[in-house]
């Protein structure tokens, strides 16, 4: 056989590296071992209808073909596609991947394989690579030209509409005909073509990787998505359809789904001749047989859609792949058929862990990058990257026109040589180009490092090409987007599914690159600058107050301006509600506003930006701080009503469905950046901030300085109003603590209860009779909660099992079990095992369940009805594993609205279930007072230039924004478990006022602008990146009111 023509990959043909490895091995697994003899060229149809041949030796098992095709394409989550083909009964079947292809495939020659998407996740952003995205929009672009994904017109334009988008880019009408007219997605596609164009003409702006996000999301809630219909007969001769999905075995009638049995529920798979057969497990509530049957054509039929199930069940519910059944001694009985391959679980544990290296591919279909390239030339003044470092620049106009520089930076980038070497040029695509989620450009903080990187190794010049236009919204924003100004928005930017910022899991918060080559400035120009400014300490702490004011006041703003707006649109808050809310925040708002533009004059007399002949006696800040201090006194009356306004709002929530879903939804928006109760209590925060800045203000001046007087008495006005507030704002704390903990926890209904206080949550492993197995737990003063994160779209906590405290003890048993840092929980009626991750971990632990049990042993007694919702408790250390519990047992508890509903996984939650790590209240309190806000300069690792962004440091979590003026971040750095040190002189760092942050292998340099700034920055994120015990917290804070 003569050899093939050898074809480039779709990585190569824009000069990408080729990727060495297997895709879908597990990092540090060998590739199969080839075996000799003959090749035989098989014939591969893609999903973009190209055809390529792969020469593969007769006896090779069907794995090496099908990762062939992957390392083809440069496809590292392969383990979602299989290989179809006819066998010689013309039966459509997958490639068996451990039999030989030669045995399966009798007449290469003449067999076309199909290479197509043969797992469908729950939730298209469990797909972390752009390019398997790209070909999951293929197949359902398939399916609907075959007739496969059947649904309503209006969905079928809506669909087709965002195909379109993303080959001939944004809206215009002479060409959408034309395009619609040669191209032909579906059936009688005449009738539907004006709505699609009425669709298309709505997506403005949205690339490529964009309208298949979309696509996705509007895909999978058809019940037809992913479906592979296989006739059968019920038991009464009846016709019907089985079919296989990630949630179990589903029953249609013609196109209509009549039935599902979900994986939990089914106890046993099998077939006799022409038989199917599904054990159930027995269930008192349910009507069905425990054993139902179902007629199929013929045994060959049979065997095909049970080997479909089995492989299903593999995927979406082990963790990892089934070991082989040792082979009989004398006689075989059933098949010996298993699942080959990584789990989901393992798939998405490899992308996270960064085994591999992200490449550029082509998207065949797409002609945006050639008609864009007629509207719009690129820019000659971005072509080339500058190799300077960057300045910070003070003052409002400086930052105003470093924003403006900035966007006009945000362009598509696109090499010039490879748009010269194609014939028709395809929009070259980053494998972080930008998705949307609902709605919303993300990429993570942890890419832009790697991004970076990629850029340090480009050494052609390139041509850039603007972006065309803003984004469209939606109602259900759950990650962070970009531009708030109203700008244009990058169209070149990262993609990354909604999961946690480490080396293992992506980040919670994702958000567009922040790498624009506009931004960087000279060092030059960071001279000047420094030497126009004062430099005693004085002033810095006032610019401190200026800073912070700033994002206070957009803190207020989210209430009074983009929550009332919302709410004036939907009637679902009564009026008493309304007037409640808006009443006591807008004073606040009108107040803050005034009281951030005199600190803004004073800091510009004392710069000398203007009247610069006047010193001495603007020089000070402490005569602003306390006459309108004495001023806010007159506002204590609206601070008295945030408690009322939390109280009755969370009961509005609770009592109307319609309230919960819009105040769930403008959560999930952009500028909602914190949870929304979190905002409600920033006012009372604000007093302690105001109460730490006088503290250092007096720390810091002799008593004989003319502005000490004032401060002194400044601090005596704040310390008063503190004093009086702080109670109610622990309770208030604990409060909204407990109803956020809520949002994140299923199966429990009355979690906040009058007494109730939260103490600490975090991750811990729990021993079970299939060893450890990670856990969230939380701990209150009267019960301990355990539970487990399923791979659902929701991202919630499933409660598995609580321990009251009452009568409990705990045991530190390394020794007994073997396990590093390892406790027993000694209940009433059950004991757990417990591991942490360090013996810190264990020692916090410790202390606060001993903490708890204390003060459960001095309450009344035990109260189990507390819990009466939640499963049980008395579960044997042999639980069953989380893939057995967690997925769909979670979709059946939970209702059809919170099913269909995003949930946004950033919170700290999340964070500590990832980093493998725990906060407790103490460090929350802590955390509240360790705000933040500021410029800073960024680096990475590999970079050279320093980049200015505006960052706010709240809830153990960086937020980047270019401005201060912007309405929302662009990204996010949650900072648990983090490392905080200064570079060491190998670093080669070589600037002042630098320290670093490092995860793992995700490192970062920030720059402060002064040594005040520096130690400031250091202080605040020492607190969230090293969470103090509970003794040495209490030892310079008031007790906690537990």
Known sequence: MGETEQRPTAGSRLGAQEN?????????????????????????????????????????????????????????????????????????????????????IRRPKHVVVKFVVKFFPPDHAQLQEE???????????????????????????????????????????????????????????????????????????QTPAESDFQLLEIARRLEMYGIRLHPAKDREGTKINLAVANTGILVFQGHTKINAFNWAKVRKLSFKRKRFLIKLRPDVNSSFQDTLEFLMASRDFCKCFWKICVEHHAFFRLFEEPKPKPKPVLFSRGSSFRFSGRTQKQVLDYVKEGGHKKVQFERKHSKIHSIRNMTAQPSEKHAEVPKQSSSFAYGDDNDAAAVQSCRQGKELKASAEDTGQRKSPALKKSPKEGRKVDGAVVSTVEEEEEAAKDRMQQNRPQSQQPSTGSLTGSP??????????????????????????????SSPLISPLLNDPSCIRTDDEEEVKRRRFPTEK??????????????????????????????????????????????????????????????????????????????????????????????????????????????????????????????????????????????????????MHYKQ??????????????????????????????AQLHGNMIKMENFQKLHELKKDLIGIDNLVIPGREFIRLGSLSKLSGKGLQ??????????????????????????????????????????????????TLRGQHQS????????????????????????????????????????????????????????????????????QSPHRGNTTVHVCWHRNTSVSMIDFSIAVENQLSGNLLRKFKNSNGWQKLWVVFTNFCM?????????????????????????????????????????KSHVYYFRAESEYTFERWMEVIRSATSSASRTRALSHKEPHAY
């Open 959 to 999: 937020f980047f924004y270019k401005s201060h003026q912007d309405n929302h971040p662009l990204a996010s750095l949650p900072l648990l478990g983090y490392s905080l040190t200064i570079p060491l002189e190998s670093e080669n760092i070589h600037k002042d006022y630098v320290f670093k942050l490092h995860f």
């Open 20 to 104: 060495a490895g297997i895709s879908t091995l597990e990092h540090g697994q060998k590739p199969p071992t080839t075996p000799p003899g003959k090749l035989i060229s098989i014939k591969i149809q893609m999903l973009d209808d190209t055809q390529e041949t792969f020469d593969v030796p007769q006896r090779a098992p069907g794995k090496v073909l099908h990762d062939a095709v992957c390392n083809h394409l440069n496809l590292v989550e392969g383990d979602y596609f299989g290989l179809e083909f006819p066998d010689h009964k013309k039966m459509m079947v997958w490639l068996d991947l451990l039999k030989p292809v030669m045995k399966q």
């Open 693 to 722: 800045i006088m503290e250092r203000l007096c720390k810091h001046y002799p008593p004989s300085h003319v502005d000490f007087r004032d401060s002194r008495a400044a601090l005596a006005e704040i310390s008063e109003m503190v």
């Open 832 to 899: 757990i095992v417990v591991a942490a991750s360090t013996r810190a971990e264990m020692d916090k632990w410790t202390e606060d369940i001993q903490m708890a049990i204390d003060l459960a042993e001095k309450s009344s007694g035990p109260a189990p009805e507390l819990l009466a919702s939640s499963p049980t408790d008395n579960k044997s250390p042999d639980e069953t594993t989380v893939d057995q519990e967690s997925e769909d047992d979670l979709s059946a508890s939970r209702t059809s609205l919170e099913r």
């Open 774 to 823: 990670q856990r969230m737990f939380f701990l209150f003063n009267d019960i301990l909660l355990y539970t487990s994160r399923g791979l659902t779209a929701s991202n919630q906590f499933k409660v598995h099992g609580h321990l009251p405290l009452y009568d409990m003890t705990i045991e530190e048993s390394e020794e007994e079990w073997g396990v590093p840092h390892c406790l």
């Open 538 to 687: 004085a002033y810095f702490i006032a610019k401190e107050v200026a800073t912070t004011e700033r994002t206070y006041l957009k803190d207020l703003e989210v209430i009074t301006s983009w929550f009332q707006n919302a709410v004036s649109k939907e009637d679902c808050m009564p009026e008493t509600l309304k007037n409640l809310i808006f009443s006591n925040f807008e004073p606040l708002h009108k107040f803050h506003t005034g009281f951030l533009k005199e600190i803004e004059q004073r800091l510009a007399l004392w710069e000398g930006r203007s009247n610069a002949h006047i010193k001495g006696d603007y020089q000070r800040i402490g005569d602003v701080m306390l006459k309108n201090i004495q001023s806010m006194k007159q506002l204590t009356i609206h601070l008295w009503k945030h408690n009322e306004i939390l109280i009755e709002l969370e009961n509005g929530i609770k009592s109307s469905r319609k309230l919960e879903t819009f105040c769930r939804d403008f959560e999930l928006q952009k500028v909602c950046y914190l949870p929304l109760n979190t905002f409600l209590l920033r006012p009372l925060h604000r007093l």
């Open 476 to 505: 259900h924003l759950s990650e962070l987007s970009i531009n708030s100004q109203g700008g244009p928005l990058v169209a070149n930017m990262s993609l990354s599914p909604n999961l946690s910022p480490d080396a293992k899991q």
């Open 131 to 205: 390019l398997t995205r790209y070909l999951f929009a293929l197949q359902v672009k398939q399916d609907l030209a075959q007739g496969r994904l059947t649904c309503n017109d209006t969905s079928t334009a809506l669909l087709i509409s965002h195909i379109v988008q993303s080959e001939i880019g944004d809206f215009d009408e002479t060409i959408d005909r034309e395009h619609l007219a040669k191209n032909k997605y579906i059936p009688q596609q005449e009738a539907l073509e004006d709505k699609i164009m009425e669709f298309h003409r709505s997506h403005m702006g």
